[in-house]
């Protein structure tokens, strides 16, 4: 079956503006995580989404939303966008929020570029 | 923070066995240790998990310590293409509240060499 999409996978964007992306999670998840990834600080958590609902958040500022539909689609947005936004952000979808046999499954991510 | 420790390079050889260490001295009894790796520009993918008991899949072998202190993911017969960044992470598998995040730490650079 489809995996995960993201799009776009390249973005270019300047400072002060906003982004929104997008992820498609694989049929039947219902579970949608976001992560941000830089050079300097890894993989980090961004927020979790299940039936709608932002179940978690990572430690980011507010300028940084989410949301996710009733097709499980989900949304990431990055209001007035600063140089450290530039990263690639990546989308993971599982069945469920939680559980053990329960693995993300990461999408291509998209590689936000800021000037 | 993550609660692992790995070695941040590695190298194999083809065709030998990949044996990567980690370390997660302080977990606790209900979590699970997962194995992700991250292959150059691609998303991380899902190896393998497990609580106390070896585990083997088609990708992969787990080894957990007795104690739990530490594990090590052993890639049988590694090839070119498992050349990645392999990230070990410890979290509780239940349901609810922070329980569905993977916190990621720097993981192991694996250079598998021709």
């Known amino acids: 079956k489809a995996g995960v999409t993201q799009t776009p996978r390249y973005l270019i964007k300047t400072r002060g503006q906003q982004v929104t992306l997008s992820c498609s999670p694989i049929?039947?998840?219902?579970?949608v995580s976001w992560y941000q990834q830089t050079p300097g600080q890894g993989l980090q958590f961004l927020f979790e989404y299940f039936s709608e609902t932002q179940r978690n958040k990572g430690n980011f500022p507010g300028r940084f939303s989410g949301r996710q539909f009733s097709n499980s689609r989900s949304e990431m947005n990055v209001s007035t966008l600063e140089l450290g936004d530039s990263a690639l952000y990546l989308c993971?979808?599982?069945?469920?929020?939680?559980?053990?046999?329960?693995?993300?499954?990461f999408g291509p991510g998209t590689r936000l570029t800021v000037l | 923070d993550a609660k692992t420790t790995q070695p941040p390079s590695m190298d194999c050889a083809e065709g030998r066995a990949a044996n990567l260490p980690c370390n997660h001295s302080t977990i606790s009894g209900n979590e699970y240790v997962y194995w992700y790796r991250q292959i150059h520009s691609q998303g991380p993918q899902y190896i393998i998990h497990g609580l106390k008991n070896n585990e083997t899949n088609e990708m992969a072998s787990l080894i957990i310590t007795e104690d739990r202190k530490s594990s090590t993911l052993i890639l049988p017969h590694a090839t070119l293409r498992d050349t990645a960044v392999y990230y070990c992470?410890?979290?509780?598998?239940?349901?609810?509240?922070?329980?569905?995040?993977?916190?990621f730490g720097k993981g192991t650079k694996l250079s598998v060499k021709p």
């Open positions: 992470i410890v979290r509780v598998a239940g349901y609810g509240g922070s329980q569905g995040n993977l916190i």
């Open positions: 993971a979808s599982s069945r469920a929020a939680g559980g053990v046999n329960n693995e993300q499954f």
């Open positions: 049929s039947g998840h219902r579970s």
